[in-house]
């Protein structure tokens, strides 16, 4: 972690989290109903703390990107098996703050 770590950094760590439409399809739900709630709950909260994780790391920075593992199914099994994802601060005035994950190449746009 920096050694840079201010109380409004780590204030940032209560805001709200949301998630882009793509970014919850890809990285919490689970294909098939064979997956339990718990499974899904489990895989939402390591989400979150890999962006905590990513943000405290550089607390600064307008944006991270940060990886996690993908669930492969049998007919992905070719392609990359993490997921790039980014977390940023949403400030608009109509609007309380939050954090934002998203897939990285949404952030790029």
Do not use: C
């Not at 204030?11 to 064979?34: E, I, K, M, R």
């Not at 339990?36 to 895989?43: F, G, P, V």
């Not at 994780?53 to 996690?68: C, G, I, R, S």
């Not at 309380?96 to 952030?107: F, R, V």
Request: hydrophobic content about 45%; glycine content about 0%.
């Amino acid at each position: 972690m920096s050694d840079s770590l201010t109380s409004e950094a780590l204030n940032t760590l209560h805001l709200p989290v949301v998630f882009t439409p793509d970014a919850w399809q890809h990285a919490v739900l689970l294909d098939g109903s064979n997956h339990s709630e718990k499974l899904q709950l489990d895989r939402l909260s390591n989400i979150v703390r890999a962006a905590f994780k990513a943000h405290l790391a550089d607390p600064n920075a307008p944006y991270v990107v940060f990886e996690v593992a993908k669930f492969v199914s049998a007919s992905d099994a070719d392609h990359e098996p993490l997921l790039r994802l980014s977390l940023s601060q949403l400030q608009a005035a109509d609007q309380p703050n939050a954090l934002l994950i998203a897939l990285a190449k949404e952030q790029q746009r």
